[in-house]
């Protein structure tokens, strides 16, 4: 039986790299995302469903999921990966609209399309699915002016292990990939310099988001019987490791 993903984000970066990753693959890949446009450019075909959302909005996600259920039946993995980061900047500089904007993507987010995947994979014939997280290097080592970002960021590992424990019941595995460094729009300008923890500002060293795809479709294939709770995966030499 093929096997079905929902990718959110999908419209660029990461997710659009996942997303054509799992069609090579021969899954079937619902596409979710606020830009319609963006998402067909992912991927088009009869192996894919284009689901334009707001993540962050209770019913579009409920919508979403509905539509997906009577297309296909069913979902097998879940790859929650939409969200957004603030300018950098001291919290007292960073606008309160800009705070509540990363909370709606990152957190509300990733907990409504959680919910949404657990209450059909668990009421699906065969039972069970996996989730799978975006996190980041962020949540363990955060960088400067990066409160809502790293605040975000930290709720979903807490929602990871959550849904980890909960899921045992229902036969749904869940786990997270931090990531570091992987070049996409929203990390171009690690190539230009990045502010440090000392104040300097430095180019990093930046990998293919082709790589997190390549590690994610890899959680897709276990067994729901194993589980990788947390992957990392960077750019080998950014400043993570070590004194940077």
Known sequence: ?????????????????????????????????????????????????????????????????????????RLDVLFNNAGIAAKPAPIDEIPVADWLAVMHTNISGMVLCARAAFHLMRHQTPQGGRIINNGSISAQAPRPGSVPYTVSKHAVTGLTKALALDGRAFNIACGQIDIGNALTEMTQGFTQGVTQADGSVKVEPTMPAAEVAAAVLHMANLPLSTNIPFMTIMARDMPFIGRG
């Open 1 to 73: 039986m093929t096997k079905t993903i929902l990718i959110t984000g999908a419209g660029a970066g990461i997710g659009r790299d996942t997303a054509r990753a799992f069609r090579a693959a021969g899954w079937r890949v619902a596409l979710m995302g606020r830009r319609e446009a963006h998402l067909r450019d992912t991927a088009t075909g009869d192996d894919v469903l284009i689901l334009p959302a707001d993540v962050g909005d209770p019913a579009a996600v409920e919508a979403a999921f509905a539509r997906l259920t009577a297309t296909w039946g």
